[in-house]
């Protein structure tokens, strides 16, 4: 275990990471500790880097008017619930919960909205283990992971790399930069 | 406060480095930022937004900055220092289409609207400003700002043509302080309505930052529009480490002030010298190594010609004498039969160095596993290693590292070469 931890901190997995062997199951069950309100996403993340300031819960409304109409066309319905609170720069950082349940109809959905040229990025939150953050400074260093639904391979660059809830979606780290 | 907050979430990655220097040692920082001065699009809305609120929220009032929330959401003002590609690697122009120069993903997309009512800054042409960039946390890296062509229209999608050729102003890591990177850049010669492209390529990642600021020029220095000829194709003298260039004069009909060599390094070039001379003497380059130079000459208010026809020239073999590099070697973690080994290569000369290759002199009993920024094979008693895709070029005066993991004693390796060339 201790030489497994090294190798995956020296790949720049997080803390998170190094306990990823004691989840069972592949997808975000791999990604740490499953949190399931934006309670507990707040109490990690403030755990985490010292600040969460002033967590506040949102409504669905909220969201879609945070990422706009097409993107909240891609997230929202998956959205169990999400607030936001004040990390790093973030002066809004989203804090979001997902229905577990819908992970890979979310995966799929937004696979096939590439497919349609509806959008041509993978996702672009902070993914852990049942929820994401919205922001990308330095989440990698906290055990995050980019989610990414093409049929390109991972890059060289990319280090902890896991198959996600949906046949063809990674979840993946890049060494060095942030998810964008 | 902004700065604080920065180092709370820095400390998250100091946490983990806790556990290894690995992070430190490979250069892992935190870094976001977008051009305030002048002020890029999501900058120049953010603070709109923030005034139309009054405060705990972003309610812009400029027409094209609510267009831009109303498809994009608020989050991209929030963010408005996060507008980046991660694996750009220097491929700006490969991976950005025309038309998604001010927001290349889908977060971004609302600011490449082709409106004539965004923001704007004033600026006298020709004189000289302090640009401000925001920043988190200082960064290696090189800025490079390009201003649009005359006869350019803000109400059609911006394109990679409607860019003057050669930036008007690049700056490679500049000092940071509070926050943010400032220095002093010489304005271009136009009038009217213009956008200053602004590319910052980290070169310990390949994570790049994009943003476009819309600008009137007013004023300038009595209407000099005229760009130089373009210089003579340069002639080259290859040494093994050096290339000595030679071209001749631009004309103009004021004067040319400097010239700018730069070296072709695919979609974006690198600019290895400068001066008001028509010589230049490249240094720092590998034995053996086929390279293509050209030039480019300004005038005074910063019109700049078109490039020179290019020259290609390869270096000589190799002598054996210590060439432009220094390493460091480092065992972070040793535990009983094994150990974490860091090499860190220093480019100590005056020019990058591409696609770089360290080949050192395995001790006896050393063996390697795992490696990270970077890859490392062993044969005939030789190790090799290589960059990743992300740091495969060191800039002149840059640093990149790499570890792995190694079993055997942690004796420090001797003979180091870098592209053939001995470090020092």
Request: charged share 15%; net charge negative; glycine share 12%.
């Amino acid at each position: 275990m201790f030489a497994r931890c090294v190798a995956l901190v020296a790949l720049l997995v997080g803390s998170v990471a190094c306990s990823a062997s004691d989840s069972t199951g592949l997808g975000s069950g791999a990604l740490g500790p499953p949190l399931g309100s934006p309670a507990e996403v707040a109490a990690w993340v403030e755990e985490k880097t010292g600040e969460c300031d002033d967590p506040t819960d949102r409504t669905i409304e909220e969201f879609a008017e945070f990422v706009g109409p097409l993107r909240a066309t891609l997230y929202a319905p998956y959205v169990d619930r999400w607030a936001t609170c004040k990390a790093g720069p973030y002066e809004r950082l989203g804090l979001v919960v997902f229905q577990r349940e819908k992970l890979a109809d979310f995966q799929r959905s937004w696979q096939e909205a590439m497919k349609a040229g509806q959008i041509s990025d993978n996702p672009d939150f902070g993914f852990g283990n049942g929820f994401a953050l919205s922001g990308t400074i330095g989440l990698e260093l906290l055990g995050l992971h980019q989610l990414t639904c093409t049929s390109t391979p991972p890059p060289p660059s990319a280090g902890h790399t896991l198959p996600a809830e949906a046949p063809g979606c990674t979840y993946v780290q890049f060494e060095g930069h942030h998810h964008h | 406060m902004r700065l604080k907050r920065f180092g709370a979430l820095a400390l998250a990655a100091l946490g983990v480095a806790g556990v290894t220097t690995v992070l430190v040692q490979t250069g892992v920082a935190v870094a976001h930022g977008s051009m305030t001065y002048p002020a890029s699009r999501t900058y120049a809305c953010y603070e709109d937004g923030r005034r139309g609120s009054g405060g705990g929220d972003l309610l812009p009032t400029n027409p094209a900055c609510k267009e831009a929330v109303a498809i994009g959401g608020k989050q991209p003002l929030w963010d408005w220092y996060g507008n980046l590609i991660s694996q750009a690697a220097g491929k700006h122009r490969e991976i950005i289409a025309d038309g998604d120069l001010c927001g290349p993903t889908t977060k971004y997309d609302a600011y490449n609207l082709a409106r004539d009512d965004w923001p704007t800054t004033t600026l006298r042409a020709g004189s000289t400003i302090t640009l401000h960039y925001n920043a988190w946390a200082p960064h290696p890296g090189t800025w490079d700002q390009y201003v649009t062509r005359d006869g350019f229209d803000v109400t059609k999608p911006l394109k990679w043509s409607d860019l003057e050729p050669a930036p008007f102003n690049s700056i490679t890591n500049p000092v940071a302080s509070g926050g943010e990177y400032a220095w002093q850049a010489t304005l271009p010669n136009k009038s009217g309505r213009h956008i200053i492209y602004s590319i910052w390529q980290r070169n310990d990642s390949p994570e790049a930052f994009y943003s476009c600021s819309d600008v009137i020029f007013e004023g300038g220095s009595g209407g000099d529009t005229q760009a130089p000829t373009a210089p003579g194709a340069p002639t080259a003298t290859a040494g093994s480490n050096s290339v000595s260039l030679s071209w001749t004069a631009s004309s103009d009909n004021v004067g040319v002030s400097s010239y700018q060599v730069f070296r072709e390094a695919g979609a974006t070039d690198v600019q290895v010298a400068s001066g008001s001379g028509t010589t230049a003497t490249i240094t720092g380059l590998s034995p053996a190594t086929a390279y293509q130079f050209y030039v480019v000459a300004r005038d005074a208010v910063g019109n700049t010609s078109p490039p020179s026809a290019a020259v290609s020239v390869t270096t000589q073999p190799g002598s054996g004498e210590p060439g432009a590099c220094t390493v460091t070697w480092g065992t972070p973690s040793v535990w009983t039969g094994g150990f974490t080994g860091n090499v860190t290569i220093k480019n100590t000369g005056t020019a990058a160095v591409s696609n770089w290759e360290l080949v050192w002199d395995v001790p006896a009993g050393q063996t390697y596993g795992q490696a990270w920024s970077g890859t490392v094979t062993v044969s005939g008693g030789k190790a090799t290693a290589k960059g990743a895709d992300w740091n495969r070029n060191i800039a002149a005066g840059a640093s990149t590292s790499f570890g792995f993991n190694g079993t055997g004693p942690t004796t420090a390796p001797t003979g180091f070469t870098l592209n053939g060339a001995r470090c020092a």
